[in-house]
């Protein structure tokens, strides 16, 4: 078995006398390659476990590894596996040009100054960002200063990379351009992303696997495709057709909503066979059938749910 990327253990912090802990008995495995979406609403303990794993903070009791290593017990080779982006646009030096950030924080990763030109080359031009890479990064856009912080935290080649709210106003293309890169960090280079983010859109879009944490609790940790499975209302559907439905009498638990020129209806059956029958209803009363979807909830309706549930459950 592969060592796991992330390895939490039993981890608690409590802050001072606090008669709840930030984070309470957690544990958490991730596996190399994967792209995992941490999540929780404000106060639930993220960032506290969060700053855990960056070495930040010294948990109460647990252990938390990057790679195998002890955060607490071997620092120095724990946190050569990962490489940070923080919210916000001070993850690098405005005053230095692109290239100047990323030697500097090549340098101060460790790397030898040619192998540091080599990888911001690399990394620029992958970025777009090349032909400007001795202008001031003050003087960039918001989304060239997060793809600049990107390839600060990537130049050293650590194997997890933490993205904190790696989109956030980002415009369509520059968000394009880091989603694209995102997937191809850990699809083609095995690299472990862990993304924080409110845009739960791009969790959906992004993430093999979800964690939610609540009240310093994990509340749910799978794969996001069984989690959506999971809040699926089974049999639920929607139904779009031209016009109105005349004299056509609806299933039990249907509901007919009339626009201007359509009729959406809504409502569950019990199984498939149900739901051809009333789609050989319409027809037969020459009725245009738009469009026939099964409703399946969104990532945001799905977390929702999950804070408002006693943590633990």
């Known amino acids: 078995m592969p060592i796991p990327a992330i390895e939490i253990t039993n981890l608690t912090k409590r802050y001072g006398d606090a008669a709840t802990a930030a984070v309470d008995d957690v544990s958490l495995t991730i596996e190399p390659g994967s792209v995992f979406g941490f999540l929780g609403p404000n106060g639930a303990g993220k960032?506290?476990?969060?700053?855990?794993?960056a070495g930040l903070l010294t948990p109460t009791s647990?252990?938390?590894?990057?790679g195998g290593f002890d955060v607490a017990d071997e620092r120095a080779a724990a946190m050569a596996q990962f490489g940070a982006v923080l919210e916000g646009s001070r993850n690098v030096y405005w005053t230095l040009s692109a290239w100047q950030n990323l030697i500097y924080f090549g340098r101060l990763k460790g790397l030898r100054k040619r192998v540091a030109a080599v990888r911001a080359e690399r990394l620029l031009t992958e970025l777009d960002l090349w032909e400007r890479r001795h202008d001031k990064v003050g003087g960039f856009s918001r989304g060239m200063q997060q793809k600049v912080a990107i390839a600060a935290a990537l130049v050293a080649d650590p194997a997890i990379i933490l993205l904190d709210e790696p989109t956030l106003g980002l415009d369509v293309a520059a968000t394009r351009t880091v989603k694209d890169w995102i997937r191809g960090l850990a699809r083609d280079e095995g690299k472990t992303i862990l993304l924080t983010t409110h845009q739960l859109d791009v969790v959906e879009e992004l993430c093999d696997r979800v964690a939610v944490i609540n009240r310093g609790r994990f509340v749910t940790d799978r794969p996001i495709g069984d989690l959506l499975s999971q809040f699926r209302p089974?049999?639920?559907?929607?139904?779009?057709?031209?016009?109105?439905?005349?004299?056509?009498?609806?299933?039990?638990?249907?509901?007919?909503?009339?626009?201007?020129?359509?009729?959406?209806?809504?409502?569950?059956?019990?199984?498939?066979?149900?739901?051809?029958?009333?789609?050989?209803?319409?027809?037969?009363?020459?009725?245009?059938?738009?469009?026939?979807?099964?409703?399946?909830?969104?990532?945001?309706?799905?977390?929702?749910?999950?804070?408002?549930?006693?943590?633990?459950?």
């Not at 960032?47 to 794993?53: E, M, Q």
């Not at 909503?257 to 019990?270: I, K, Y």
């Not at 199984?271 to 037969?284: A, F, G």
């Open 234 to 313: 089974h049999g639920h559907y929607e139904i779009r057709i031209t016009g109105g439905i005349g004299s056509l009498t609806l299933p039990e638990g249907f509901t007919a909503q009339r626009t201007d020129e359509a009729t959406l209806l809504t409502g569950r059956v019990h199984d498939s066979t149900q739901i051809y029958d009333l789609v050989d209803r319409l027809r037969e009363q020459g009725l245009d059938l738009q469009s026939l979807t099964q409703v399946r909830p969104g990532l945001e309706e799905v977390f929702l749910t999950l804070v408002k549930e006693p943590a633990g459950v």
């Open 62 to 66: 647990g252990s938390a590894c990057l």
């Open 47 to 53: 960032t506290t476990t969060i700053k855990i794993l």
